[in-house]
């Protein structure tokens, strides 16, 4: 599933294409696409038509485009969701869900492709707080400049949990997903089971540190991109995966250590670590 470093990248390339863009039509070709918007595919292309796009916004690893002050069209790429910008002649993709239409000059079209449909878009009415009222409880992430690292710190310290396990709950740090969350630990020398109540605020900062800095070192390649199922706007894949130090890296011996990493199942996926570097806890 793609995380903040696949999401910011398509934020960043339709903030270029569509703001300040106005809606011509909206085509649902697949209903699960939409299923999110309950009053129906109808509904959702009646209240798009017409619509101007301010701007595009994203919180963890969810992307909005508001269109006024009132409301929202979200996107959630899910396992395989894509938002494609295309111009000039274009040939419908195999996966094609949802084709946006927009009436200014250039013309062109926005594509919402996903092989799988666990991903969607919805209209939402906004909040005060200009998010989407469905993801109100999704926590900041660690590259905007509002994440409070204390009140984070805090939140580990009175949780029952483990750290991986933290890194994943979006209501606090988004946008961290099992990738980065590996990568993170294995920079930190943490193990991925290590209770959170046992870190001191010094291992918090330098964990949030590290997160910064793999995030950070993906958005430069791009993301990462294992298959053709997260590209950016213009079908591109990423390149990070080249770069991952621990993360599908089975029985290859660790970057700083030389120890063969370890898989372990955890959660329905897998947690990769170095056994010398990441000491388990007692």
Request: charged content about 25%; hydrophobic content about 35%; overall charge positive.
């Amino acid at each position: 599933m793609p995380e903040l470093p696949e999401v910011e990248v398509v934020r960043r390339g339709l903030e270029r294409w569509v703001g300040g863009r106005t809606v011509v039509s909206a085509d649902v070709l697949h209903p699960r696409a939409v299923r999110r918007h309950l009053a129906g595919p109808v509904d959702f292309a009646d209240r798009l038509r017409g619509a101007s796009v301010s701007g595009v916004r994203r919180r963890g690893k969810y992307l909005w485009l508001p269109l006024g002050s009132e409301l929202a069209l979200l996107a959630h790429l899910g396992m395989s969701g894509q938002l494609l910008v295309k111009t000039g002649r274009m040939p419908d993709e195999k996966h094609l869900r949802v084709r946006i239409t927009f009436a200014d000059a250039g013309g062109g079209e926005l594509r919402f492709v996903d092989q799988r449909t666990f991903g969607g878009l919805s209209l939402h009415p906004l909040g005060a707080d200009g998010l989407p009222d469905v993801i109100g409880h999704i926590a900041r992430d660690p590259l905007d400049p509002e994440f409070d690292e204390d009140a984070f710190h805090a939140a580990l310290r009175r949780r029952r949990t483990t750290v991986k396990r933290a890194l994943l709950d979006q209501s606090l740090i988004s946008g961290v997903g099992n990738i980065y969350a590996d990568e993170s630990l294995w920079r930190a020398g943490l193990h991925f089971d290590r209770p959170t109540a046992s870190l001191t605020r010094p291992r918090t900062a330098a964990l949030v540190g590290h997160v910064r800095d793999v995030m950070r070192a993906a958005l430069a390649a791009g993301g990462t991109s294992f298959d053709s199922l997260y590209v950016n706007v213009n079908g591109e894949s990423g390149y990070f995966d080249r770069s991952l130090d621990v993360y599908g890296r089975e029985s290859e011996p660790c970057r700083r250590c030389g120890t063969p990493v370890r898989r372990t199942p955890w959660m329905n996926r897998s947690s990769y670590h170095c056994p010398r570097c990441q000491r388990p806890p007692r």
